[in-house]
């Protein structure tokens, strides 16, 4: 039923729909009508994982981003030489790696599951294809991008500011301390 006319007359089949109503929910893809999201699907690949899979490395070259439709996905860091730390948990109806549609740069992190895990992949090759047939759709799926990854780096400066004022809280609370310990000598 992969026939124009008959996805005209009879709409997308099930599962499409199913994929297109994930995508509506998703912050990359806002406000794309029905048929955006149905051009946006049919660049979509289908990835399985098995639980505590790498899907990938922490330097990597960034290849595309991944939704989450089954299982769950941990983002870590590595730390110094022997340390991990779990940055994000990334569930269903979710997606990770979003930067690397917009830059070729290394992965910033890795990505490993927590179980068996579906997921569906647009590559930045889908993304730079999408842009030669459908320019404005792309300026719209890039536009949201850019703005989510504005808010994270708000959030980001934000938690920072927050650390930064403990720290300082911290550094003057020993600081007391250390007087009060020097004082009774």
């Known amino acids: 039923m992969d026939n124009p006319l008959w996805t005209y007359i009879f709409g997308p089949p099930a599962e499409k729909r199913d994929m297109v109503e994930l ?7 806002e406000g794309l009508s029905s048929n ?9 690949h289908l990835r399985r994982y098995r639980a505590d899979e790498l899907v990938f490395e922490e330097g990597m070259p960034g290849a595309g981003m991944y939704i989450v439709k089954e299982g769950e996905v941990v983002i870590q860091k590595r730390i110094g030489d022997d340390h991990t730390v779990n940055l994000a948990f990334v569930k269903e109806r979710s997606f990770f790696g979003e930067l ?3 830059d070729e740069m290394p992965r910033s992190a890795s990505a490993r599951t927590t179980r068996d895990t579906v997921m569906l992949a647009l590559g ?8 030669e047939q459908s320019p404005r759709l792309a300026v719209k799926v890039v536009g949201n991008i850019a703005r989510l990854v504005c808010k994270r780096l708000v959030r980001a400066n934000e938690n920072l500011e927050t650390l930064q004022t403990e720290l300082n809280e911290l550094r003057g609370a020993a600081r007391t301390d250390e007087e009060t310990a020097h004082g009774d000598r």
């Open 23 to 29: 995508l509506r929910t998703l912050p990359a893809f």
């Open 36 to 44: 955006e999201l149905l051009q946006i699907e049919r660049r979509l």
């Open 100 to 102: 690397a549609l917009i």
């Open 124 to 131: 930045k090759p889908d993304l730079e294809h999408l842009t």
